[in-house]
């Protein structure tokens, strides 16, 4: 099944910083928008972040001015730029590719992966 790879997740203090990353190339066209979820324990997987192939990025009102999504298109690689961490930030960060629908949604296109960790204490 062909699905992005995510990387990069590890334990902070709140207020730190952390940079996710996303790895499609070889396996996702560039083309497709791509998208950050979370998923904690007994919770349905949440949309975090979405972006363009052309750089257009939408974010989850929980995270707004404290996560960014940019895009690398020549490596095919989305990350996820999280900064003033916070306890509730902690779950599990998987990344998927497909289109934009409406308004901040997307249709993902591929498997789900592993997802990476992340975890904030304080």
């Known amino acids: 099944q062909v699905q992005p790879v995510e990387s990069g997740g590890g334990s902070v203090q709140a207020g730190g910083s952390l940079r996710l990353s996303c790895a499609a190339s070889?396996?996702?066209?560039?083309?497709?928008?791509m998208a950050w979820y979370r998923q904690t324990p007994g919770k349905q997987r949440e949309l975090v972040a979405t972006?363009?192939?052309?750089?257009?990025?939408d974010y989850a009102d929980s995270v707004k001015g404290r996560i960014t999504i940019p895009r690398d298109n020549a490596k095919n690689t989305v990350y996820l730029q999280m900064n003033s961490l916070k306890s509730e930030d902690t779950a599990v960060y998987y990344c998927?590719?497909?289109?934009?629908?409406?308004?901040?949604?997307?249709?993902?296109?591929?498997?789900w992966g592993q997802g990476t960790q992340v975890t904030v204490s304080s």
């Open positions: 972006v363009t192939s052309g750089g257009s990025a």
């Open positions: 070889g396996r996702i066209p560039s083309f497709h928008a």
């Open positions: 998927n590719a497909g289109s934009r629908l409406g308004q901040f949604s997307v249709s993902v296109y591929y498997g």
